[in-house]
């Protein structure tokens, strides 16, 4: 009780204090602990900006013009280092700090775009995407009106992350631009960092893997040539085009970029490696592999606060979880994702979120609760004019349309899929093209399924597998029912060992049913109890009755 009057007769009397009086004693706090810890200013930046924004604030409004232009200085210099500092431990106290700065540094202040572009990351960070937007434009635009053209591609570095998560095509202007704007000048950092991001649209926005692979080699090079130590995006980056060229060395380029950003401290650039990296081990080592990655990724990125990144991890778990048959989780995390993603104006996520959801839901048996987002989902994924998202996307739609019987519909987006350029380059078409030409086969359209399996590049394992898989669909198809019994038989077995459990019980039902066209009931009972068990474990109610249906019938013909 003692020490609770004593706190609020200290708060009193300091209240009766004149603001010019307040602030001097602000001013000689802060000279103080100046003087007493020199060596850890750095440490202190967070007491010595209170003090110095708390001065500056009391001289402005007792009308010390003088003695608030002289306190600017030092205030802007410690909100800066205590912004800097916790923007990678607790970014509202980074956010609060540079939105102190932006209200010192009005438009016309000569450190008004260092300001915005601290601001732009800080939002960034806290998914205030279009406050960011806004915010790093200003700054570019000072930045090359005074002819800083680092200043200027750091910012855009900071918005081609910002236009990424608001789905804006622009991102991928930018990435060109920053890096027409650095080609003149002598090499640097901002070089190799731009050569990365160009690698990375390249692979990932094109379908131009043998680009993306000469261009981070180059910035591999100019680092090289430098004496700077080996950039470990650009090694992350070369991995996942050599991985998406069907090299499996790419995977040991993954794991060195890692080992490099986690060495060096590089976090955020850490857990980005860590993201693409699961998704090559997608597509080289199976679903399994992928999530046993992400979970350590996403242990790595919790621990150091990098909010932002942990949801991006999540949201690209989703195809791996459902990969894996972990439709329940695979639910619920969509729901909480979808959320997040809707309440910050997170298009680009939300269309990987939305599409996994739409796909599982079918697979459930509740295909008519995807229908109200289905709309939406599809205008998302043909913004950005990308062909992973046209899969993710636009095909997770057409296989809820043909679900739902509305086969002209279903038959148009289809055909949409179909004519997108580049469609073979990403990763995500064997993950999807299955479901795909089972969708295009049940509203009718084999021809149309040919030709949206002839994009399929066997180039690593998922790739190679899902060709097994579709040829035994479109076998089946022709009425080809020997051979579409023995590439089912194949395509299970592949997808077992590489953990597609979905595809597993797909392939061995259709295995069963091809063996009871054949009149081999006995043998078709096997397989479909196989395919039985694995859609009740995941909660597949229509692939479900089909067996029962198909199995009641093998059952008794052989008895």
């Not at 994924?381 to 636009?394: C, E, K, T, V």
Request: glycine content about 8%; aromatic content about 6%.
């Amino acid at each position: 009780e003692y020490a609770f009057w004593h706190v609020l007769a200290r708060d009193v009397a300091y209240a009766q204090l004149p603001r010019a009086s307040r602030a001097s004693k602000h001013v000689a706090a802060a000279a103080w602990l100046e003087s007493k810890a020199p060596e850890r200013l750095e440490d202190l930046a967070e007491v010595l900006a209170y003090h110095y924004t708390s001065a500056w604030e009391l001289a402005k409004a007792a009308g010390q013009a003088e003695q608030a232009s002289e306190l600017e200085a030092p205030t802007l210099r410690f909100l800066t280092l205590a912004g800097e500092r916790a923007l990678e431990l607790d970014n509202a106290a980074a956010l609060d700090a540079f939105e102190h700065i932006l209200i010192l540094t009005p438009a016309g202040h000569p450190e008004r775009a260092e300001a915005l572009a601290h601001f732009g990351e800080a939002a960034l960070e806290s998914r205030r995407f279009s406050d960011a937007a806004v915010a790093l434009e200003e700054a570019i635009t000072l930045f090359r009106g005074r002819g800083d053209i680092l200043g200027a591609v750091r910012a855009m570095d900071t918005l081609r992350f910002v236009l990424q998560w608001l789905n804006d095509p622009r991102r991928f202007e930018l990435d060109d631009e920053a890096l027409a704007l650095l080609e003149p000048l002598p090499p640097g950092p901002e070089l190799i960092e731009a050569l990365s991001n160009v690698a990375a649209d390249a692979i990932n926005i094109h379908g131009k893997p043998q680009e993306g692979l000469m261009l981070a080699d180059r910035a591999i090079r100019v680092a090289s040539d430098l004496g700077l130590p080996r950039p470990a995006t650009a090694l992350g980056i070369r991995g996942m085009a050599r991985c998406t060229l069907g090299d499996a060395g790419g995977v040991q380029d993954g794991r060195e970029a890692l080992r490099l950003a986690i060495q060096t401290g590089q976090s955020r650039e850490a857990a980005a490696i860590y993201t693409d990296f699961c998704i090559t081990m997608r597509s080289f080592e199976g679903p399994r592999a992928a999530l046993s990655t992400f979970s350590e990724g996403l242990g790595f990125a919790e621990a150091r606060g990098l909010k932002l990144m942990v949801l991006w991890m999540r949201t690209t778990a989703l195809p791996a979880r459902l990969g894996a048959g972990e439709l329940t989780e695979t639910l619920a995390e969509a729901a909480t994702l979808g959320a997040h993603a809707e309440a910050a104006g997170d298009e680009f996520d939300l269309v990987e979120i939305r599409g996994v959801q739409a796909i599982a839901l079918t697979y459930r048996g509740h295909a008519p609760e995807a229908a109200s987002f289905l709309d939406p989902l599809a205008e998302a994924a043909r913004r950005p004019g990308r062909a992973d998202f046209i899969l993710g996307g636009l095909g997770a739609v057409a296989i809820v349309r043909a679900a739902l019987g509305e086969i002209d519909a279903a038959a148009a987006l289809l055909g949409e899929i179909e004519s997108t350029p580049d469609l073979g380059g990403p990763s995500e078409l064997a993950v999807y093209v299955p479901a795909i030409v089972r969708a295009a086969l049940r509203i009718g359209e084999p021809e149309l399924a040919e030709r949206l399996v002839g994009h399929l590049r066997p180039r690593f394992p998922y790739a190679e597998h899902a060709l097994v898989a579709v040829g035994a669909a479109l076998a089946e198809a022709r009425g080809e029912t020997e051979t579409a019994t023995d590439a089912y038989a194949d395509a299970a077995a592949r997808w077992t060992d590489f953990g597609v459990v979905p595809e597993q019980g797909f392939a061995l039902l259709g295995q069963g049913r091809c063996l009871l066209e054949l009149s081999r009931p006995g043998e078709s009972a096997a397989v479909l109890q196989q395919a039985r068990e694995i859609f009740t474990g995941c909660g597949m109610r229509p692939a479900l009755e089909e067996t029962d249906a198909l199995l009641a019938k093998a059952t008794a013909l052989s008895s």
